[in-house]
């Protein structure tokens, strides 16, 4: 994907013409967390992401500014790749260390070459379903609002491509693995799955998104990093001195 002038500089993002921002997202902000705290450092009005991530996973996040938003799409029809980290032995509602293990059972009988035949199976064109825990709309309504009522409704299963999945370590009940797959892919739905295909369920403890397309998350920007740009460029001071100005500290 061709990269606009300017790309990944905060020069460029804050410019008329909009840009693209690199942003690694910590643990337990929302992608729209991560939206907020940029746009109100840099004094930016129109700002999106491309790619949403769960509150407990880090990593790539792709902002658009001004007149690039327009890029988004073509931003989020990119594949993923990410690194993450199951547990064996149980399940959890939302199929990731969000909500408490459910349905505990021995794992007496998996080892790691079980493990590894199991997720080859799911290499390939395969079908989710959504987890209940997910921002999908059904029938107006987002899932997780009617999951965190207790409410279970009927999801329709979804196509996606899955073209990497390797186990890395096994140091049971934890297993470290490397997923690369499709726009649209759960992978906490996929280490649900493994789980349910080895007979002991499994939950997603540790989730970093690393690449979108060829974009790497070491080429991101912290949050750290842009309020101290911010404040180093004035941005922050000329925001409390409008504050002031304004009678609003």
């Known amino acids: 994907m061709t990269q606009p002038q300017g790309f990944n500089t905060i020069e460029q ?5 909009g840009g693209v921002l690199l942003v690694d997202k910590p643990k337990t902000w929302t992608s729209f967390d991560v939206v907020k705290k940029v746009r109100s450092a ?18 790539l996040l792709i902002l658009c500014s001004g007149n690039l938003t327009k890029k988004i799409d073509a931003f989020q029809a990119l594949g993923k ?20 293990p459910v349905e505990e059972k021995p794992i007496d009988d998996v080892n790691e070459e079980r493990i590894r035949n199991s997720a080859a199976a799911f290499v390939g064109e395969i ?11 059904v029938e107006g309504q987002r899932l997780y609002k009617l999951a ?3 409410v279970e409704v009927e999801r329709q299963p979804r196509s996606v491509t899955v073209s990497r999945f390797s186990i890395e370590d096994v140091a049971l009940p934890d297993v470290a693995f490397e997923v690369r797959c499709s726009k649209g892919t759960y992978v906490r739905t996929l280490a649900h799955d ?3 295909e080895l007979g002991c ?8 998104r690393t ?22 460029s004035g941005l922050l001071r000329d925001r409390r001195e409008e504050q002031q100005r304004a009678g609003l500290s």
């Open 42 to 59: 840099l004094r930016v009005k129109k700002v999106g992401h491309a790619g949403t991530l769960d509150p407990m996973a880090t990593g």
């Open 211 to 232: 690449f979108i397309g060829e974009f790497s998350a070491e080429e991101a920007w912290s949050i750290e990093q842009i309020v101290e740009e911010a404040s180093t």
């Open 13 to 17: 993002f804050r410019s008329p013409g």
């Open 81 to 100: 790749v990410y690194e993450g980290r199951m547990r064996l032995g149980a399940v959890t509602p939302s199929y990731d260390a969000e909500t408490e």
């Open 148 to 150: 965190r009522k207790g």
């Open 201 to 208: 369920g499994a939950y997603l403890t540790e989730l970093r």
């Open 194 to 196: 493994l789980g349910q």
């Open 127 to 137: 079908e989710q379903l959504p987890p209940m825990y997910s921002a999908v709309k």
